[in-house]
């Protein structure tokens, strides 16, 4: 029966979505490591190694002198005291959404409305919630794993079962600074 609840839940959702996403088209334009001054990366923060993936990534970023921002989705009902946001990272959970996923949480609409330059989105299972924040977000050029949602992204990389988002974000970085902006 739960499983029949959240179909439904989802269904509405995208119908949701959908309409706003046709009411307010985000502006899309191709991006490299070159041309991007700005980035958000949605992870999930489920797992504490993930957390470290992004530090590294943002690191990269600001050595390509990129601005990043990270929002990281605790698949959980309620976050726990361990996940603090700052000016650089923010964090998200189920409790954070209604029951039909609009976003409940100030500093993820913040998040979402931001027109950054590139969007990575390092999930290797994609949550309806990561799915849906993917959809709405501003992003210009948005980069993530193939196979989770090919409308969502405008760049994905193609990776075995076993690899996990430090391939991910690897790949995409080295296939970034390969793309020709001309």
């Known amino acids: 029966m739960s499983n029949f609840i959240s179909k439904i839940r989802e269904r509405i959702a995208l119908y949701k979505l959908d309409k ?3 009411k307010e088209p985000r502006n899309k334009r191709l991006h490299n490591l070159k041309t991007a001054s700005t980035a958000g990366i949605i992870y999930d923060a489920t797992e504490e190694a993930n957390h ?3 530090k590294e990534l943002i690191k990269e970023l600001n050595e390509e002198n990129i601005t990043s ?3 990281g989705f605790i698949d959980k009902k309620k976050r726990d005291d361990n996940y603090i946001g700052d000016n650089t990272y923010s964090f998200a959970c189920r409790g954070d959404f ?3 996923y609009a976003i409940k949480q100030e500093s993820i609409q913040t998040f979402i409305d931001k027109p950054f330059n590139l969007l990575f989105v390092l999930v290797n299972e994609q949550p309806f919630a990561v799915d849906y924040l993917g959809q709405l977000s501003k992003a210009e050029f948005k980069a993530g794993k193939a196979g989770l949602d090919n409308d969502l992204y405008d760049f994905m990389i193609e990776l075995k079962a076993d690899k996990g988002i430090s391939e991910l974000k690897k790949q995409i970085i080295h296939y970034l600074k390969l793309l020709n902006n001309n």
């Open 20 to 22: 706003q996403l046709k």
């Open 52 to 54: 470290q993936i992004v």
């Open 69 to 71: 921002e990270a929002l």
């Open 98 to 100: 209604s029951f039909f």
